[in-house]
């Protein structure tokens, strides 16, 4: 694991429900009874769902997302409407889209085979794009009006995290459950029901018009699940490809093949290259548009590491870094187990080896342990940037290797992504 090498060289304005007070005096313990958020119009109608703008309430005009099937069964004059208007909107959003697949369909044939998973998945979407049934997205993206609401509560980050992945299960009536129901559901689902961040929803989302960069960051994104040779790891001036295509994430570098570009770290005139520019070039001679490039930086006394996860995307001027997500470790923290797993790890030995390969001299005790919680403060780092990129990087991407949905019959079943 890189952990292991690094070892070696570590030588609203959102106002909560209020609590009612018994009569007795006694605060009860407030429990949520649904996970969505709740907003009050000023007719008394009240709209479940998730709202989407940091700020809320009666002063200002926010956005927010509904449940198509919800809405029709609970508000169906406003659902009426908030259907229209998506509708309205859709026709040059779907022109817009149909361009862009055939001419990403167009350029990528010129460099991969038939079979290509990328390339069926586009012929299926363009297929799908004439179906106006097949259009009609689960959930509706509307605007509350300033002084359209008399109240807009926001529920616990927790809880609308668990609404989010509710409507990704494609569970029935998820505005009706308690947090703790969602969980337990979710969770049955296989997904990761910790944490408080609410998951993309792009896909249940009607198609709509998006900047030409955000579209090649989704087809970045979607090219990074099916291909190869994309993904690096560079520390200082050096550049590794990360073993994780096909692998576990925690997979071992190939030792034998990182030492030679380890040898880089003593070559002074290194750091008048950048590493990561062949590499590009290299992607794009393939036809590629998209790279992660995992960078980690150790402070010079060893206090902290820094683990920074960017996305690359190659548009009209080149390469870009369109958005990253970073996580900091100590390794005064590093729990003794998690370096104990390293120092038992098979391979450790050949990577404190790599210090006599290189004519560095005799790796002591005291340079092992710190090496080892350093190694065990990167793994950390590493862990929680990634949890947090792969999740972005997911909402990014088109489903590509999902099985072709069935024909729809309603807009219960989630299109492709919007």
């Known amino acids: 694991m890189i952990s292991t090498m690094l070892a070696a060289f570590a030588v609203l304005m959102f106002a909560p429900p209020p609590v009612q007070e018994p009569k007795t005096g006694v605060a009860p313990v407030q429990v949520p009874t649904t996970a969505a958020d709740r907003v009050t119009l000023r007719d008394g109608k009240v709209i479940l769902g998730l709202v989407t703008s940091q700020a809320a309430g009666p002063r200002v005009g926010f956005d927010m997302l509904v449940r198509r099937d919800w809405a029709e069964a609970h508000v169906p004059d406003l659902a009426a409407k908030w259907v229209r208007n998506a509708g309205t909107m859709r026709k040059p959003a779907v022109a817009e889209r149909r361009r862009r697949l055939e001419a990403w369909r167009d350029e990528r044939s010129r460099f991969v085979g038939g079979g290509d998973k990328v390339l069926v998945w586009i012929d299926a979407e363009l297929k799908r794009l004439e179906d106006p049934k097949a259009l009609d997205a689960p959930l509706l993206s509307i605007h509350i009006a300033r002084d359209g609401c008399r109240t807009a509560e926001r529920n616990s980050d927790a809880s609308r995290r668990m ?242 949905p069935a024909p729809a019959a309603g807009p219960a079943n989630p299109p492709g992504a919007g």
């Open 163 to 404: 609404l989010a992945l509710a409507w990704l299960s494609n569970l029935p009536n998820p505005e009706d459950a308690t947090p703790g129901e969602l969980t337990d559901s979710v969770e049955a689902r296989g997904f990761m029901v910790e944490g408080t961040e609410v998951p993309s929803l792009d896909r249940l989302l009607p198609i709509v018009t998006e900047p030409e960069a955000k579209w090649l960051a989704r087809r970045a994104a979607t090219e990074l699940t099916v291909d190869s040779g994309r993904r690096f790891i560079r520390y200082n001036n050096v550049l590794l490809p990360e073993q994780t295509d096909g692998q576990a994430l925690n997979a071992p570098l190939d030792l034998n093949s990182a030492l030679g570009q380890l040898a880089g770290l003593l070559d002074p005139s290194a750091a008048a290259t950048d590493p990561l520019a062949p590499a590009l070039a290299k992607i794009s001679a393939q036809g590629g548009r998209g790279a992660v490039v995992t960078r980690m930086d150790m402070a010079p006394d060893l206090s902290q590491v820094r683990v920074d996860i960017a996305l690359w995307v190659r548009g009209p001027q080149g390469w870009v870094e369109f958005g990253s997500r970073n996580a900091v470790a100590r390794p005064d923290d590093a729990a003794p187990a998690a370096t104990a797993v390293l120092e038992n790890d098979p391979q450790i030995q050949s990577v404190f080896n790599f210090a006599d390969a290189l004519g560095l001299g005799t790796v002591t005790a005291e340079m092992k342990q710190r090496g080892l919680r350093m190694g065990a403060a990167t793994s950390k780092a590493l862990g929680q940037a990634r949890s947090a990129f792969s999740q972005d990087l997911s909402g990014l991407a088109f489903p590509v290797l999902e099985a072709a």
